[in-house]
């Protein structure tokens, strides 16, 4: 069932993996008091912190929440409590924090992982290839990603049937609630959100994540409406704008004069994607603090931006150059999903860190990666639309004029490179940071192994 992210991986050799195994491994809310980075020779001492809700990560992270765990991170591998300090894999490391390190587990953990197939030793065995199984020959290279954190099938599942009854009853997917069930979107949330186990809490960000992926599937098909809001003729194309220009009043409502506000609500009313964001973002509210709406409001809106600009190279049949996509491809990628990270987790990360350029790399850093992750696992469903979806291996192969197995070998690479930068950067961003800002890291860690796992096995984008 689980996928392990590498059968292989390289040991990491970035010249701070002592510095992210300490910060991400440490099962404390807040970094070492004082750690030292291998080249510094002054201490970085964390900065204090005074978020209204410091309260709620005062308490040890989650012990399933371990950071860098598994193949994928074999440089970053903890040392065994009972092994030698002089010999640990991080030198630089103050022994106290060595000695708390925990084992890394064998395994998936949690309700339902008994009935997991099992390799040598307990663990979960890793799939004998990965290959891309909706119409496409290209195997997909192993990747330096981390396992999942748990795995609890019980726990998706009860996400699962929140969102098909939600769906239902506002009449999203209607037809295709089968397709919907068979995505395992609850899985999704279940792996990339380890620090809960709270499945309404889950449920609220699976509502925003499925609204976001029914744009997609709505407005940006070959066979969207053709109608504009209003009821009149005019072409997908042209309306995906005015739609998405909708989709944001059904978030951050429009206070209209008096006269126009029934109008309005007609509009939101009578499509089941903006009645599907207007529910999700109620329901988010009963968890978020104002700002962390407000976040994941921007998050999507530069998300809308996005999809504007590959509206635009299909209506021109334009194939963008390779920095232009990757460029396009921030923002539209897996940042709405990750910016409620902390909300799911019950803690708030103030705006002044998550907006900090340095927190930004990183966390951009990472949703690019989880992104490649999403490029290589779609091409196969994606060839199918008929030159309408972009992914980085078709563009690749336009622009560099190679064949698609060298482009997906390529964007592999691009993947791996991301990981590596995310592992060196959070690292330094953690020394500075709040206690708050660690636990996100960790997190961004722990949702990119279980999007990559739920990629490699959902069939959205697999036929069996």
Not at 293 to 305: K, N, V, Y
């Amino acid at each position: 069932m689980s996928v392990l992210s590498r059968a292989a991986a390289p040991p990491a050799t970035d010249e701070v993996a002592a510095a992210v195994a300490a910060l991400l491994s440490d099962l404390a809310s807040a970094p070492p008091a004082v750690l030292v980075l291998p080249g510094f020779t002054d201490h970085l001492t964390p900065q204090p912190h005074s978020s209204p809700l410091a309260g709620m990560t005062a308490g040890p992270v989650p012990r399933r929440l371990l950071g860098p765990v598994g193949l994928g991170a074999a440089g970053l591998l903890l040392t065994p409590p009972d092994s030698d300090p002089e010999t640990a894999v991080a030198p630089n490391v103050p022994d106290s924090v060595i000695r708390t390190w925990p084992r890394i587990p064998a395994g998936p953990t949690g309700l339902g992982t008994s009935g997991l197939p099992s390799g040598p030793g307990g663990t979960v065995a890793p799939p004998a290839a990965e290959t891309s199984t909706a119409g496409g020959p290209e195997s997909i290279p192993p990747l330096y990603c981390p396992p999942p954190v748990r795995d609890e099938p019980v726990l998706a599942e009860a996400v699962n049937a929140g969102i098909i009854a939600w769906a239902e009853a506002i009449g999203l997917y209607e037809g295709r609630l089968d397709d919907l069930r068979k995505a395992d979107f609850g899985r999704l949330i279940m792996l990339a959100h380890p620090d809960c186990d709270n499945a309404d809490r889950l449920l609220a960000v699976a509502k925003c994540a499925v609204s976001e992926w029914s744009v997609d599937d709505y407005y940006c098909e070959e066979d969207a409406d053709p109608h504009a809001p209003d009821g009149s003729m005019s072409t997908a194309e042209a309306e995906l704008g005015p739609r998405l220009e909708l989709a944001m009043a059904g978030m951050d409502p429009a206070h209209l004069p008096a006269k126009y506000v029934t109008q309005l609500e007609r509009a939101l009313a009578a499509d089941p994607i903006l009645r599907a964001f207007r529910t999700s973002f109620e329901h988010l509210a009963h968890y978020a603090t104002p700002a962390q709406s407000a976040r994941l409001r921007t998050e999507i809106g530069g998300w809308f931006i996005a999809l504007g600009a590959e509206a635009g190279w299909r209506t021109a049949g334009r194939m963008p150059p390779v920095w232009e996509y990757l460029t396009n491809r921030q923002p539209h990628s897996f940042l709405p999903c990750m910016a409620p990270i902390d909300l799911v987790g019950g803690y708030e990360l103030g705006a002044a860190e998550y907006c900090h350029p340095q927190v930004r790399r990183v966390v951009t850093t990472a949703a690019l990666a989880a992104q490649m992750v999403n490029d290589l696992y779609s091409m196969a469903r994606e060839d199918l639309s008929g030159g309408r979806e972009f992914n980085l291996p078709t563009v690749l192969a336009a622009e560099e004029q190679c064949s698609r197995a060298d482009a997906v070998r390529r964007t592999a690479d691009v993947h791996d490179e991301l990981m590596h930068r995310f592992e060196r950067e959070a690292a330094v961003a953690a020394a500075g940071g709040s206690p708050e800002l660690h636990r996100f890291l960790v997190g961004l860690w722990s949702w990119m192994g279980g999007n990559r796992a739920w990629h490699a096995q959902s069939r959205r984008y697999h036929d069996h």
